[in-house]
């Protein structure tokens, strides 16, 4: 995936030099003063596409145009300017996702009230699909796994047989008035706690696990306080601030968006693979930002660091005695 990344953005810089080359080639041989002869003259056309200034002829004849009144707005607007407020229609709008023998077999909790759920032997996975809505992950006062939402109707939590807590949240883009907040006693250590978020927002503090694994779209994961062994981010657009412990593997690949890493141990403590493409990695106080500045780094320690980035920002810091 580097190389063909890599591969990628060599082959479109190339072709970018040669466009450009080109158009120098054409305006040296008088293109550049015909042009603007035939925009002078209104007479610019695009060989047989029917394209000519002032007028639109497109083939075949069939195309309505609709003209902008005065304030540059069509007459004829597609959107109700109510659509964006209104209420989801539980059967309509809302696209689930769920196993349909979850239905069957276990019992959600779509109250509004704030419910115990589980008890904190019971639960061992923790998996949450957020889409668009805000969640808070953080711990509970007794021994109790605790979840309330404000929109009872289009947001389940449910225990599965094998130990996982789930909760299923809002799949379309653009509700961001969907509350969840989940509670996790304070003295557990979970085995996986696995995060898909899209263009939501996401704040989980205190909460340990074997293993985290995040993937964040356009939204936004904020993490503090944690103490995980291995993790894993995948990022989109979105942001991702992770404060807190790492004792194993760390795994990150960030597309166009950010993320910023403090760690509380040394820096020592990973040996690292380094992939930057059209982004920018800043590791400590080493920076790398071209395709050709990749690196390699054993320090002969017991865990790997896999840091790549292609169009995005990447920066980890080290913090001990934290």
């Not at 032997?121 to 969640?135: F, H, M, R, T």
């Not at 939590?157 to 509350?179: A, E, F, P, Q, S």
């Not at 696990?209 to 995980?228: E, H, I, P, R, Y």
């Amino acid at each position: 995936m580097k190389k063909f990344v890599k591969g990628c953005l060599l082959v479109a810089g190339g072709l970018c030099v040669v466009g450009l080359l080109m158009v120098c080639v054409c305006a040296a041989m008088g293109g550049g003063e015909l042009f603007v002869r035939a925009m002078e003259n209104n007479e610019f056309s695009i060989g047989d596409m029917g394209y000519r200034m002032n007028s639109v002829t497109v083939h075949p004849d069939s195309v309505t145009v609709h003209p902008f009144d005065q304030d540059g707005q069509n007459d004829d607007w597609m959107f109700d300017e109510e659509s964006d407020d209104q209420d989801w229609d539980k059967d309509d709008d809302y696209d689930n996702d769920w196993d349909d023998d979850d239905y069957d077999t276990h019992e959600f909790f779509n109250t509004t009230e704030k419910t115990a759920v589980a008890s904190k032997d019971d639960i061992q996975v923790i998996d949450l699909k957020v889409g668009a809505a805000q969640l808070k992950v953080g711990q509970s006062e007794d021994d109790q796994y605790w979840f309330q939402c404000n929109e009872g109707k289009i947001v389940q939590c449910y225990v599965k047989d094998d130990n996982t807590l789930v909760i299923r949240g809002v799949n379309k883009i653009g509700n961001h008035n969907v509350k969840i907040y989940l509670y996790v006693p304070a003295d557990v250590r979970l085995d996986f706690v696995n995060i898909e978020l899209g263009a939501g927002q996401i704040r989980m503090d205190g909460i340990q696990s074997g293993v985290l694994d995040a993937a964040v779209g356009a939204g936004q994961a904020k993490f503090t306080g944690m103490d995980v062994n291995d993790i894993s981010l995948e990022v989109g657009a979105g942001e991702v601030d992770y404060a807190g412990t790492v004792q194993g593997d760390i795994d990150v690949d960030c597309a166009m968006g950010q993320v910023k890493m403090n760690l509380y141990s040394r820096e020592q403590d990973w040996n690292y693979d380094i992939s930057c493409a059209a982004g920018q990695i800043q590791l400590s106080d080493m920076v790398y930002d071209n395709l050709f500045n990749d690196a390699k780094i054993d320090n002969n320690a017991m865990w790997d660091c896999d840091l790549e980035c292609t169009m995005g920002q990447i920066a980890v810091t080290f913090q001990q005695g934290a």
